[in-house]
């Protein structure tokens, strides 16, 4: 049974800085591309980062280029989310997910999901 648990949400102020985690189990891990999407109410789930197999190479929406960093440690099966420099608009759920044929790049080719985590960015 393949589980993907994130965690390390929580409410933030504007300019600060949030690492959300995401623990696997069930799956050889390091045979997964993982990625991580965010849902903001009222709006559809976002791509926000992803990185490859074995972690040498990643890839950003713009509006998070510069200021998240994903990384993996495939021994631990876990990949993170460091969020720096927070914005309102950062303000969502955010989803890990896993695909064992393709880059984790756009929701449709996800194979797992994560249950979520909300970030909360205030003002």
């Known amino acids: 049974q393949v589980q993907l648990v994130e965690s390390g949400g929580g409410l933030v102020q504007a300019g600060g800085s949030l690492r959300l985690s995401c623990a696997a189990s069930?799956?050889?891990?390091?045979?997964?591309?993982m990625g991580w999407f965010r849902q903001a109410p009222g709006k559809e789930r976002e791509f926000v980062s992803g990185?490859?197999?074995?972690?040498?190479?990643?890839y950003y929406s713009d509006s998070v280029k510069g200021r998240f960093t994903i990384s993996r440690d495939n021994a631990k099966k876990r990949v993170y989310l460091q969020m720096n420099s927070l914005k309102r608009e950062d303000t969502a759920v955010y989803y890990c997910?896993?695909?064992?044929?393709?880059?984790?790049?756009?929701?449709?080719?996800?194979?797992?999901w994560g249950q979520g985590t909300q970030v909360t960015v205030s003002s």
């Open positions: 990185i490859t197999w074995s972690g040498s190479s990643t």
């Open positions: 997910a896993a695909a064992g044929s393709s880059l984790v790049l756009r929701r449709e080719v996800a194979d797992y």
């Open positions: 069930g799956v050889t891990f390091s045979r997964y591309a």
